[in-house]
């Protein structure tokens, strides 16, 4: 639905910010010269501040006329606007106005088989888009957002159990005795050390995340998890009984001497 100036929609501030930022100071017109006898066109570093004291320089103004000095006051101003916007929100009237609305947060709502809710989702972005369009991004950002968060999680979890597992890598760090009686045999064996463990902690890492992510996705969407569970132990059962049904049908030779 389009806003006119009659009929419009007030933005809340939440909203707001997300428009881009634009420079108003090209808009700013210069205020009326001040009379010859007004003594108060100056301002002084104090006391009030009227608009004849204001000049524009650049994209502001200042209390002075030309490059600004130490105590001078000095003014920019910035807005936020779009040609067009795609909001996302509740539609509400605002109390005491027939003409004009304003947009609130969508309210939780219940998902799942355990009592989740929602968000309460809120979004204006530029430009106009369709719901399907608007739904795709929304979609695509949480999931960036989601695996971002994922590999954050693993590389620390990876950090956590090296830090774990460092004592033995510190023991490890014994075979280097080896090389006062071998040919670097110790170095070898305490870089293969140093891999094993490396490695070891890089898997339980990614165990502990993959069951995270698992458990987090299950409880996401117990429905959808429920099935797959239940097409994975249908598929292992017809492969056990297929094989064990090939094993029977191999002819059984006896052999005697």
Request: with cysteine; charged share 10%.
């Amino acid at each position: 639905q389009s806003g006119t100036p009659d009929k419009g929609f007030v933005v809340n501030p939440d909203l707001v910010t997300t428009l881009p930022s634009i420079d108003l100071g090209d808009k700013l017109k210069a205020p009326a010269a001040p009379a010859a006898n007004n003594h108060n066109s100056n301002w002084q570093g104090g006391g009030s501040l009227t608009p004849a004291m204001l000049h524009v320089y650049q994209n502001g103004l200042q209390t002075s006329t030309g490059a600004p000095s130490i105590g001078d006051l000095r003014i920019q101003l910035t807005g936020q606007t779009a040609q067009e916007a795609t909001a996302c929100a509740v539609q509400l009237g605002i109390s005491g106005a027939s003409s004009q609305y304003t947009f609130g947060p969508l309210p939780p709502q219940s998902f799942g088989w355990f009592g989740k809710k929602t968000k309460p989702l809120q979004r204006l972005q530029t430009g106009k888009v369709s719901q399907e369009e608007f739904m795709k991004q929304f979609y695509a950002e949480g999931q960036t957002m989601a695996w971002l968060i994922r590999i954050g999680s693993l590389a620390l979890m990876t950090m956590a159990f090296w830090m774990v597992l460092s004592p033995l890598s510190v023991a490890a760090d014994g075979l280097m005795f080896l090389n006062y009686c071998t040919c670097g045999l110790g170095s070898v064996l305490d870089g293969a050390a140093q891999f094993v463990i490396a490695m070891a902690a890089v898997l339980l890492a990614l165990v502990i995340t993959t069951l995270t992510i698992a458990v987090a996705w299950f409880a996401a969407r117990p429905g959808l998890s429920v099935l797959a569970v239940a097409a994975a132990v249908a598929a292992y059962m017809v492969f056990v009984r297929t094989h064990m049904k090939g094993g029977r049908t191999v002819p059984y030779h006896s052999m005697t001497a």
